[in-house]
Each structure stands twice: as structure tokens, then as C-alpha cells.
């Protein structure tokens, strides 16, 4: 019996093309739009999460975490003080300590951080499922006056291997105070990672001090005299401003952050990456809950066209249902047939937005993936199931109301012939 | 002694807050029966035919259709007595737009199993059954299957008397079938409508104000002849 009333729902809503079509349509891009945003929300924490992996703790100076977190990995906000490059030395030579990255920070180049290290950084950063960062093109610097591009900066700036560019002291976007004098040959680029690696700006720790020679009290050297830069050997920095550290044995994790934070030599603090990611998703999270509301909210909009498309047709279907009351249809008859061509319509909307939102990310996959670092790949998951069922149930609950109403005309009606 | 189609004790029926519009002691149709109803506008005949449809309850006095009471407080009882028993033909807008002919002369067997269980009995299936009723009626085999909505009014009104007569009901409510129709349409059509009644045994309730058409029926009736209300202006 149901599934000849199908039939005829099915009927029914072909007989009716355009005003059917537009509203399958509106539920489509309706569940297009929250499909979107579902598949760029998980995308983003996904890539969030994976902004670095294999680090065991960060260290920096005493603060808190989400700054230290935002500084050191994600190149936002501003260090609040230094390591001694003597802490830094104790802390690399610490038994249960594997392997340490400094980071020295403060300078910037138009806009892009630049990221003072050693050649350990391009050996032991992981990102993502631990993966290890790349060369595109080039190599990694060997020595003073080398830079290696992100991605997005070589990008961005339309920079090439060979190019030379300068650094600007300070972090701002504008920077009025540039390192004269030193410019700095393009050696190497890193392959895109969706991560703040792309927007980094990479040179060695001894670039860092060569180019700060005579700015010691915090401005350029007076008479504007350059300081050529002597043996890099001497070139030893004073502090450095984080220290990335991977631990010989996952158990030792918590013990050498103690220590690390008990450290009388020095106000210091050991953070754990995915403990200092968590709580800062906390923080920025709301802004995701928003997202997902609003996209939700686009989806019922689309649905209460199933209202408007069922109702209207409902006055010049009165003459329609006395005749399935007077071929033996049952009020309730009246009532599942709209209920069944609103579900249809509400799942048809549903599946054609899922099947083209398939073919969506199917092509924008790749580029999103290599310029945002957003995997956007897979096929239908539990979330598009969900959505699928969602839709449908309450387009069948949305037909409850001119359903209501065309089970009560057909009563009233009964035989006689209104027009 | 058989089951009368129709039998209809002391009913009385007015509209919430009218003057009774029907007031009949005692009305019978023989199964198998052509009867003529006749009646101006106005006089309540569609009312009567609501009420025989199962489709008004009736509340006071009794109507049985083909021995089974339309009992007032079982709706769904009405309904699948209507749906096994009867067949309805509208004097316009008899099919369903979305529907082919065909298609809409099948939907009674969508709403009863009965009906359909009698096509079996008969040794036939519903596909078979509907060609062979809308071959009976003088439709070609072309229009089958095109949008009613290109059917003319004459050949609209045959699909719905192939609707009414699949699954042999025991009674077939015409409401002024033929008062669209063109003089000679509406001869072939009564002439088919009564023959193929008889041939599957139905009886027939023809409403018309149309009394030139009455010859043609077993028995005649005015509707002001067994309604004793007295009907408003």
C-alpha cells in the first residue's frame, strides 16, 4: 500500500516540474552550503591539529601556554621574553632529551616572520601525521645570509630560487626599521604544508646575530654604519626565543617538563603541543560552533520551501483528492501521500546536494589541499548519512502541516465538486 | 432473496445548522439494478450520493450498501466498503492529472484488496482487465497511455467508468456523467455505461436532471418522490 502511495507522490511531484525543481533545488544548495562548511570545518581543526606533530614540549619563557603556542608555532602575538642561549645549551644536552630546535624571533619580512634556527628544524619538524617538511626547490642554508621560503611567501611574493631579499627588524606588517646592508640570497623553498611553515621566513641563528651586530640598544646602528659580518663561528647568539624538544622516551615527557618548569636557573615553561592546541581550540572553537549554526540555519530556510511548494498546489488539488477519496483513498491516504511527497522532495534535494558536493571537493580537492592545507578528499562519510536522514525526516515532518490541512479539506469536501 | 445494492431506512440529513435537506423512509435498489434518479439542482441528490459513498456519515436512520451498514462511527470501515463496493463517476474532473489513463483506471485496486482478489477469482490481472474495460468503452489502445489532460471530455468520462467497473463493484454512483457531453458522446457513453454495468453485474445509481435520458434504465425515480424534506429555496 506504501509503496503504491509512493508511486503516486512520485507522480505527483514530476507532474509538477518547475515549482518542484526549485525546490529541490533550494534544499540542494541548502545542503551543499552545510556540507561545505562541515567538510572546511573538520578540514580546518583536522589541519589545526596537525599543525605540528612529534614535538614533545615547547619551551619558552615563563608565560602562558596558548601564547607560547601561538608564537612559537603559529607566528601570532609576540614572545614575552628570552632563553639564555646557556639554557638552551643545558636543556640540549639533557639526558632524556633527543633532539631540541631553537627558534629565534623578532624580525619580519613584508609581513612574513622570519624564523631564526638551525638545520634541526627542517630535520625534525613534523607536521600533520608526522610528516617532515620538504624542499620544493633548493636546499636548506648553510650557512649566513641564506633564506628558505614557506611556501605561501614564495608564492605570495612571486619569489624564485637566487632571488635576494632583506629583513625588517620587528614583527609588524610595516617595518620601518630594515636591516640595511644584508641581503639575503633565496636557497631554498619548502613544499606547501597548510601549516604557519608556509608563511615562515627560515635563516640560521648566526644570520640572526649578524644581521643585529650594533643593534644592541634595540634601534639601527647609529651613522647607519653596517657591521660586515665577521667568522660565523663567533657569531654565537645570546638567547634565543623558543626551543622545540623531542624526548628520548614518551615517559620521560612529563618528568622533563617539571624540570624544565622548576628550573631555578631561569623563569621557564614546558608545554606539551596537543595539550596547548586543545585548550586554544577551546578558544577559538565558538567561532566554529557560529559557523556551523548559521550553515545550519541555511538548510531550514531551503526546507521551508517544501512548505510553500506543497501548500500552494494544495486549493487546485482539492478536486484531486475527492476523486482518491471516491476511488476508496482513506483520509490517512490523503494525509501519507503529501507527507511521502514531502520526504521525497526533501530527500531529493539531499541527495543531489550530497552527490554535488562529492564532485565539488572532488575537484577543488587538490588546489585547496596545496594552497590551504586542507584535506578536503573522501568520499560520503557518517556525516553525509546524517544529513541524508535529517533531511529527509524533517521535510517528512515539515509535510505534516499541508498534509494536515489536505486529509481536513478532502473530509469537508467529500464528494462534491469545488473549483 | 439477494442482497439489495442499496437500502436505504428512515434517514434524515440536514447540514450543521440547515433544515433537513433528505428525509427518506425506505429506498431500494436490487443488485444488478439500472435505476434513474432524477432531480432538479439543488435538491440534494449529491448529498444522497455522499451519504450511499460513505463519504457523510449518516447519523440518522440507516444506510447499507450491498448488505454492509455505512456505519456512521467507523470511517475507515466506510472507506474500504467504498473501496471494495462502489465505483463513482463525477460529471468532470473524473482522473487524477498526474495519472495515465491507464494508470487511473487501476487506482481503485490500489485501495482494495478485495477488489483486486476479484480480478483473480476472475482469472484475470488488473493490466488485462483495464485494457479490456476501456477496449469495451470505445477507447483506442493510443490513449492509454497519454496525459488525461489530452483526453477529450467523452473520453475522460470512458476512463472513469472503467475506474468505477474494475474489480466488479456491486454499485456504480453515477453523479450527471453525461451533462458534459455532446448529445451523441453522451448516447454512446450511457449505452456503454449501461452495458457494461449490466454485463459485470453492478447496479447503477444514474443522477440526472437530464429526464430524456430515464428510458434507457430499469426504473425511474424523482428524487422529490421518496425525500420528504422540504426543500429550501
Known sequence: MSASLLTLAWKSLANRGVSVALTILSIVLAVMLFLGVEKIRTGVRASFDSTISDTDLIVGARGGAINLLLYSVFRLGDPTANIGWDTYQLIASAPDVDWTVPISLGDSHRGYRVVGTTQAYFEHYRYGRSQPLALAEGRAFDTTHEVVLGAEVARQLDYGLGGFIRLSHGIGDISFAEHAGHDFEIVGILAPTGTPVDRSVHVSLESIEAIHVGWESGAPPSGGAVHETSDPDTLEPDSITAILVGVSSPIRVLGLQRQINTYQGEALSAIMPGVALSQLWQVIGAGETAFKAISLLVVVVGMTGILTALSAGLNERRREMAVLRATGARPRDIFALLILEAASLAAAGAVIGILLAQIGFAIIARGVATRYGLDLAGGPGVTEILVLGAVTLSGALLGAWPAWRAQRNALADGLSIRL | ?233
Not at chain 2, 432524477?38 to 444506510?63: Q, W
Not at chain 2, 454492509?68 to 475507515?76: E, L, S, V, Y
Not at chain 2, 481503485?108 to 493490466?127: C, I, N, V, W, Y
Open chain 2, 1 to 233: 432473496m439477494t442482497i439489495p445494492a442499496v437500502r436505504i431506512c428512515d434517514l434524515v440529513f440536514a447540514w450543521p445548522g440547515g433544515p433537513s435537506v433528505l428525509e427518506i423512509d425506505r429506498f431500494e435498489m436490487a443488485a444488478g439494478e439500472a435505476v434513474f434518479l432524477a432531480g432538479a439542482s439543488g435538491s440534494g441528490k449529491s448529498t444522497l450520493l455522499g451519504l450511499i459513498a460513505g463519504i457523510t456519515p449518516c447519523r440518522e436512520g440507516e444506510i447499507c450498501v450491498l448488505g454492509t451498514r455505512m456505519d456512521p462511527d467507523r470511517p475507515a470501515r466506510r472507506d474500504a466498503l467504498r473501496a471494495a463496493q462502489l465505483g463513482i463517476v463525477f460529471q468532470l474532473f473524473n482522473l487524477v492529472p498526474y495519472l495515465s489513463p491507464l494508470e487511473n483506471v487501476l487506482l481503485p485496486l490500489r485501495f482494495s484488496a478485495e477488489r483486486a482478489a476479484r480480478l483473480k477469482q476472475d482469472g484475470t490481472d488488473p493490466h488485462t482487465e483495464a485494457r479490456r474495460l476501456l477496449d469495451a468503452l470505445g477507447l483506442d489502445a493510443g490513449s492509454l497511455t497519454r496525459r488525461v489532460t489530452a483526453l477529450s471530455v467523452g473520453q475522460q468520462q470512458r476512463v472513469a467508468a472503467a475506474r468505477a467497473l474494475i474489480g466488479r463493484p456491486g454499485l456504480v454512483i453515477a453523479d450527471e456523467p453525461t451533462s458534459a457531453l455532446d448529445q451523441d458522446a453522451r448516447d454512446a457513453f450511457l449505452s456503454l455505461l449501461t452495458t457494461e454495468c449490466r454485463k459485470s453485474g453492478a447496479a447503477l445509481l444514474f443522477v440526472s436532471h437530464d429526464r430524456t435520458l430515464a428510458e434507457r434504465f430499469d426504473r425511474q425515480i424523482e428524487l422529490a418522490d421518496i425525500n420528504r424534506a422540504r426543500q429550501a429555496a
